[in-house]
Nanobody, 126 residues
Framework: QVSLLESGGGLAQPGASLRVSCVVS????????MAWFRQVPGKEREFVAA????????LYSDSVKDRFTMSKDKARNEVSLQMNSLKPEDTAVYYC???????????????????WGQGIPVTVSS
């Protein structure tokens, strides 16, 4: 059984940094696209970043590009999202997700991912 467990997050002031991590158990990263999504109440789940399983390319949403960095630690079966220059609009519950047999056009769409973490809150406020 595959499980994803997020950690990190919390409260930060605007301009500060936070890191969220996700440990995958039950399978390796081989061929799996790993991604981060976020969601605020009343809105759809939003793509943040992904590392494609087929080639290791990293994608970012325009709203976080140049501020957030996604990375993968194969030895620890863990992916992380380093969030710098945080803004109040980054406030959300962040979800780790994993998907197999993903094509590029599916990477930013939540319904194509088979595995999900429970979500971890990130709050950016002064």
């Amino acid at each position: 059984q595959v499980s994803l467990l997020e950690s990190g997050g919390g409260l930060a002031q605007p301009g500060a940094s936070l890191r969220v991590s996700c440990v995958v158990s039950g399978r390796t990263f081989s061929g799996v696209t790993m991604a981060w999504f976020r969601q605020v109440p009343g809105k759809e789940r939003e793509f943040v970043a992904a590392i494609r399983g087929s080639n290791g390319h990293i994608l970012y949403s325009d709203s976080v590009k140049d501020r957030f960095t996604m990375s993968k630690d194969k030895a620890r079966n863990e992916v992380s999202l380093q969030m710098n220059s945080l803004k109040p609009e980054d406030t959300a519950v962040y979800y780790c997700a994993g998907g197999t047999n993903m094509i590029l056009s599916s990477t930013r769409i939540p319904r194509h991912y088979q595995y999900w973490g429970q979500g971890i809150p990130v709050t950016v406020s002064s």
